[in-house]
């Protein structure tokens, strides 16, 4: 049995999906199911005995002793977090409760676990800690991509607490041995995204006839990595990755925010075309940018292709093609996520920054 972290959020359940599509081995599956986290992600796996969810916190260190010592799993994957940056930056408080305390209070509960196991238990036992590009800061246009000796420079809040779980997870191998190991994905995008990210945002906002909201110039470079890549990725670090490694994991794929929204609203123009017969592309408004926003993340994701054989299966035409089918397949799921708490966050969120023709 594996512990996965934070497993009704967006890419911890598409993990969990996947995992118990390839492998027998159990999940035990631990959420604190914050507005992102959903149930209804896991609804396939009802009633499959492989999949053991439980309601509770990372920082509830007596609740997850009592998990590993009922359930002993041989791994944890780490994907709980608070993870969006307009979020962090008008509540920082959240961010570093759970990103930096609870990830502190998961690496002593599990230490002392791992410090009882017997020794092939031990030996045997991994901490997959799994954080995030933005923890790099900010490249130039020209600059080479991120490595895995690129120094530390977040500029959110956001990336700041996940810059402190990393070093927390770095020192708890380096003092008492836990054998951790740290990735650091670019952009994920696929099913089952809260559609206050952009991608699942632009989808949403589309087919209701509403604003395209662009921070900006639109000319923010990221690398977007379809989900299920990013999942077969943390399966092989789990395999074969070695106590103390670090692996950034890309997808190959540089794109401006003008590029990402142009690109969706041509799937859209395709294949749910508007009743009016004009492009979802007149929707398209800039906004104020907002604070410290990063400009470029780029990842270098050759280690982890040299070391262990890795690289993504999907091109980002093919896994955007992938993730708007999706959207526009599952409607009852896009409408029980936008929740009255959700439609307040949009509003207050970019019904202040104004539009911009």
């Avoid at 896991?42 to 007596?62: K, M, N, W, Y």
């Avoid at 991509?145 to 070093?167: C, L, M, R, V």
């Avoid at 926003?293 to 093919?318: C, K, M, N, V």
């Amino acid at each position: 049995m594996i512990l996965v972290t934070g497993g009704a959020g967006f890419i911890g359940s598409n993990f969990v999906l996947d995992w118990l599509a390839e492998r027998e081995e159990p999940v035990l599956n631990l959420d604190a199911l914050t507005y992102a986290g959903n149930l209804a992600n896991l609804e396939p796996l009802s009633g499959d005995a492989r999949h053991t969810f439980v309601h509770g916190d990372i920082g509830d260190g007596a609740l997850v002793a009592r998990l590993l010592a009922e359930h002993r799993p041989r791994a944890v994957v780490h994907f709980a977090a608070e993870s969006h940056v307009d979020r962090s930056i008008t509540g920082a408080a959240a961010f570093l409760e759970t990103n930096v305390m609870g990830t502190f209070r998961l690496l002593e509960a599990v230490r002392a676990h791992w410090n009882a196991l017997p020794q092939e238990e031990k030996e045997a036992f991994r901490f997959v800690h799994v954080s995030t590009d933005e923890v790099y800061g900010s490249l130039a246009p020209d600059a080479p991509a991120f490595t895995e000796q690129h120094p530390y420079e977040p500029n959110s809040p956001y990336s700041a607490s996940k810059a402190g779980s990393d070093h927390l997870a770095r020192a708890w191998h380096s003092t008492y041995g836990l054998p951790t190991i740290t990735t650091h994905c670019s952009n994920n995008y696929g099913p089952l995204h809260f559609p206050e990210k952009f991608i699942p945002l632009l989808i949403v906002n589309a087919l209701a006839g509403k604003e395209l909201p662009i921070y900006g110039d639109g000319q923010q470079v990221r690398d977007w990595l379809y989900v299920g890549d990013h999942c077969s990725a943390l399966r092989r670090v789990l395999e074969a990755a070695r106590p103390g490694s670090v692996y950034n994991i890309g997808g190959c794929n540089e794109k401006t925010n003008l590029d990402i929204v142009h690109a969706v609203c041509a799937l859209l123009d395709e294949l749910r075309p508007r009743a009016d017969g004009a492009s979802y592309a007149q929707q398209i408004r800039h906004v104020t940018d907002r604070p410290g926003h990063d400009r470029r993340y780029a990842i270098d994701a050759s280690l982890i292709e040299r070391e262990l054989g890795w690289r993504p299966a999907q091109t980002f035409e093919s896994g955007l093609r992938l993730t708007v089918q999706w959207y526009l397949e599952h409607p009852q799921w896009v409408q029980q996520v936008q929740s009255g708490v959700y439609r307040q966050w949009i509003d207050a969120n970019y019904g202040n920054r104004g539009g911009q023709a």
